[in-house]
């Protein structure tokens, strides 16, 4: 496994909800930069939320009424929990890490392997 694992992604029908979890390995990512991307059929991967290691939140603007993203730094985990769900959200959602590492701005980043989504009646 790798230093991120999401977990949550299975059948949801239409309207239903999702929360998806994103268990990092190491404390360290308590200081970086957590978010949810998606990478639907035919399309490229995409921005869903973002939380910065202080908690500031940001949302993609077709999710940001019905999604909510935090994080529990104690237990080094990310969540994403999606309501109102349509079969355009189907997916395959990945976690990322960021964080920058020297004054020129150069950033490590970190993704997870990715959990599937379907959402279908």
Sequence with gaps: QGDLVESGGGLVQPGGSLRLSCAASRRA??????????????????LVASISSSGSTNYEDSVKDRATISRDNAK????????????????????????TVNVEGATVEHWGQGTLGTVSS
């Design 29 to 46: 990512f308590r200081g970086y930069r957590m978010a949810w991307y998606r990478q639907r059929p035919g399309k490229q991967r995409e």
């Design 76 to 99: 080094n985990t990310l969540y994403l929990r999606m309501n109102a769900l349509q079969p355009e959200d189907s997916a395959v959602y990945y976690c990322h890490a960021r964080t």
